[in-house]
């Protein structure tokens, strides 16, 4: 079982999007570009091509997950630009020759890439002024509220204390801000923004979320799937009643050029 199994129609359907303050961030580094090429790696179902396939004329998607990238090759189709669907891991990511990406993004999967490999690999493709952009805002894991430590706290109760990464795998978090790993890259220029971001969910939006997770994808129930749902429909329910499913988050981007 790959860490995303069954989770890619979730993921598609359920995962919050860029806040409109980061695209308009990033769009800025694809402005004035003849030909502006971006190249996503991790790019899940596609969020972050879709959102800046008006700013560039050729985008290519890296996904490892073949049912991911079959969600983001849905959402790209019919783009009036190139669109190149990539089934490999990032660090394996091998682009031709004359290849040169104006744009790099890396949109909540850098934690789960060999990070010095894949800075070490782009410095032979991207442009002398590229943009390495590295973004993400946490989770209902890692958000504080009375509502998702309850949430968390069921799901520990099904699936053990540590925050699962798929089947048989616990997450093991990076401890270096991504600040930091940029800067002792080639792409050592770095700059930072935090953007605030208020998120009002539903019990239907949070199930779907949760079941587009690595921590509480489907599978990692099993036969208890129905019952883990039965109650985290019953606690959303009652925190909806008592205050709403409010979550507080912090979208950083962190942009790193050539120095």
């Given amino acids: 079982m ?5 989770t890619a129609p979730y993921y598609a359907a359920y995962r919050p999007g860029l806040p409109a303050e980061a695209v308009e961030l990033l769009a800025l580094r694809l402005t004035g570009r003849e030909h502006a090429a971006l190249l996503d790696l991790g790019s899940g179902t ?8 008006g700013q560039t004329k050729e985008i290519d998607v890296v996904e490892q997950d ?50 010095g490999v894949v ?15 590295i973004m993400g805002d946490g989770s209902l894991w890692t958000a504080r509220t009375e509502w998702t430590d309850a949430l968390r706290a ?7 204390v540590e925050r699962r990464a798929g089947k048989g795998r616990t997450y093991a978090a990076h401890d270096r801000p991504y600040r930091e ?29 949760l079941y587009s997770t690595s ?3 489907r599978p990692l129930f099993g036969e208890r799937v129905d019952d883990f749902e039965r109650r985290a429909r019953a606690l959303l329910d009652e925190h909806t009643t008592a205050g709403g499913l409010v979550e507080h988050a912090s979208f950083r981007v962190v942009l790193g050029q050539r120095s």
Wanted: with cysteine; proline share 4%; net charge negative.
């Fill in 215 to 217: 921590f509480a994808a």
């Fill in 46 to 53: 596609g969020q972050v091509p879709l959102a800046l396939a």
């Fill in 181 to 209: 790993v940029l800067a002792r890259s080639a792409f050592g220029r770095v700059e930072e923004h935090t953007i605030a971001v208020e998120r009002e969910w539903s019990t239907e939006t949070v199930i779907g979320y």
């Fill in 154 to 160: 069921l799901i520990q109760e099904y699936l053990g």
């Fill in 2 to 6: 790959s860490r995303f199994e069954s």
């Fill in 119 to 133: 800075l070490s690999r782009l410095e032979g493709m991207t442009a002398p002024d590229a943009t390495v952009a």
């Fill in 66 to 115: 073949e049912d991911m990238l079959e969600e983001a090759g849905k959402a790209l189709a019919g783009l009036p630009i190139s669109v190149r669907l990539h089934n490999t891991r990032a660090e394996m990511f091998t682009p031709p020759a004359s290849y040169q990406a104006d744009l790099v993004t890396i949109c909540r999967a850098f934690h789960w890439m060999d990070q």
